[in-house]
């Protein structure tokens, strides 16, 4: 069983900051990708930020320069930290990661998804 649980979000005004944190538990082999999706109102799901286990990111144009996806692999924790955030910021943000479960190599990889934290960023 494995658990992604999500923090950090919340209400602010635009130009604020938000630090955003997910910690996957549960029984963890290894996890490859981690990063965050977020929903919009009346809009499909998208992506916002990735991390590869080695350190490598992707980030929708949207928000780049001003979003910085981060991981703890010791801890099982990715984080994304928001600057100069806008109101088309506003949505619900869920954490993802790609988790291969048991005690070796060989067990079962899929991908598993939080709860979804609200993020509001006010004009």
């Known amino acids: 069983q494995v658990q992604l649980v999500e923090s950090g979000g919340g209400l602010v005004q635009a130009g604020g900051s938000l630090r955003l944190s997910c910690a996957a538990s549960g029984n963890i082999f290894s996890i490859s990708n981690m990063g965050w999706y977020r929903q919009a109102p009346g809009k499909q799901r998208e992506l916002a930020a990735i991390i590869g286990s080695g350190g490598s990111t992707t980030y929708a144009d949207s928000v780049k320069g001003r979003f910085t996806v981060s991981r703890d692999n010791a801890k099982n924790t990715v984080y994304l930290q928001m600057n100069s955030l806008k109101s088309e910021d506003t949505a619900v943000y869920y954490c993802?990661?790609?988790?291969?479960?048991?005690?070796?190599?060989?067990?079962?990889?899929?991908?598993?998804w939080g709860q979804g934290t609200q993020v509001t960023v006010s004009s």
């Open positions: 993802y990661a790609i988790i291969t479960t048991g005690q070796t190599s060989s067990g079962m990889t899929g991908r598993y």
